[in-house]
């Protein structure tokens, strides 16, 4: 079964940079579409960056300019580079399969505050 696990959170002041990282186990990693996702506090679960196994990219409006999704299918490791964060980039992040979903890793907080 594979298992995801999110890290590279935390507080980080508006305008700041953050590097997410998330680890999969299991062998499929590579051929796989994955994604991060964000939720905040009252919101549901969004989709905001998508890297396909070739390295394709695509990103919600959201994040597009500020975020950037990549990965190293040697690490099965999936990453999400974000700068210029706002308040609103405020939520837990989750990296998942797209479309088909995995079981949830636990997450990682993010907080962009002052």
């Known amino acids: 079964q594979v298992q995801l696990v999110e890290s590279g959170g935390g507080l980080v002041q508006p305008g700041g940079s953050l590097r997410l990282s998330c680890a999969a186990s299991g062998s499929i990693f590579s051929i796989n579409t994955m994604g991060w996702y964000r939720q905040a506090p009252g919101k549901e679960r969004e989709l905001v960056a998508v890297?396909?196994?070739?390295?394709?990219?695509r990103y919600a409006d959201s994040a597009k300019g500020r975020f950037t999704i990549s990965r190293d299918n040697a690490k099965n490791t999936v990453y999400l580079q974000m700068v210029s964060l706002k308040p609103e980039d405020t939520a837990v992040y989750y990296c998942?399969?797209?479309?088909?979903?995995?079981?949830w890793g636990q997450g990682t907080q993010v907080t962009v505050s002052s």
């Open positions: 890297i396909s196994g070739g390295g394709s990219t």
């Open positions: 998942n399969r797209v479309p088909t979903l995995l079981e």
